[in-house]
């Protein structure tokens, strides 16, 4: 099983190489061997060669420098979700993936065009949140935080529905992306690392067979607290 860690060294913010980190981990306990292979700016990707896909969160500067290099594995990546092998893109990095980003300063930036949502980037202005977000594919809810400086529109295929923070938008109570097996979202925490029960759902689309869940006890624990905890003036 190999993972694939793109744009590892410029979309890095809060600490989400650890989500790629855990799940590594889960899936050598559970018996499946696993590498995590590192590609940036330049490199040469093919899609087929991985199980796995995940891009972290940037600077918007550094969304934008991203996103032309990516355009150019577009292709390879649309067949990648097409063939319902699975994804995760967290904070604004699953922005890209739509239509248009239009910064702060009225510049609008083409995106790969997967889906037809715009995202619009705020003057200036950062929104932060702690965050509880529930959805249909997991029993229990996702915890963290969200930090960011922008508002979507034109989703369809929404992946949370928000009981605390922040929605794609000030009129909606829906956040993210989830199309076939490919997930995008602006939680961060890191999102794997503070769910562990989100962990195992994503080994599960990876591995056959049991997983072993033995390295996320503690982290099943903080998880409890931490939903306890932003559910009391919730």
């Not at 594919?137 to 963290?144: A, K």
């Not at 930090?147 to 829906?174: M, P, W, Y």
């Not at 996320?216 to 003036?233: I, P, Q, R």
Request: with cysteine; net charge negative; charged share 25%.
């Amino acid at each position: 099983m190999k993972i694939l860690h793109l744009y590892y060294d410029i979309m890095n913010l809060y600490g989400d190489y650890g989500n790629v980190s855990v799940l590594e981990r889960l899936i050598a306990q559970s018996g499946t061997d696993c590498e995590v292979v590192k590609k940036s700016l330049g490199d040469n990707v093919d899609f087929n060669d991985y199980g796995f896909v995940f891009i972290g969160s940037g600077t918007e500067k550094n969304q934008k420098l991203v996103l032309e290099d990516f355009k150019r594995l577009a292709d390879g990546f649309k067949a990648y979700v097409e063939a319902d092998k699975p994804a995760l893109l967290t904070g604004n990095s699953f922005e890209m993936l739509g239509k248009t980003i239009t910064d702060c300063d009225g510049g609008e930036h083409s995106g790969l065009g997967m889906f037809d949502f715009t995202v619009t980037e705020q003057n200036k202005t950062r929104m932060t949140a702690d965050a509880i977000f529930e959805c249909d594919f997991l029993d229990r809810p996702l915890v963290g935080f969200v930090n960011k400086c922008s508002q979507i529109t034109g989703i369809t295929d929404h992946a949370f529905t928000v009981k605390r923070g922040l929605a794609d938008n000030e009129s909606d109570k829906t956040e993210g992306l989830k199309y076939k097996n490919l997930i995008g979202t602006h939680l961060t925490g890191p999102v794997v690392v503070k769910n562990p029960h989100f962990a195992e759902y994503l080994a599960s689309l990876l591995i056959s067979g049991e997983i072993n869940s033995e390295c996320l006890e503690l982290a099943k624990k903080g998880f409890e607290v931490t939903l306890a905890e932003l559910s009391k003036d919730n």
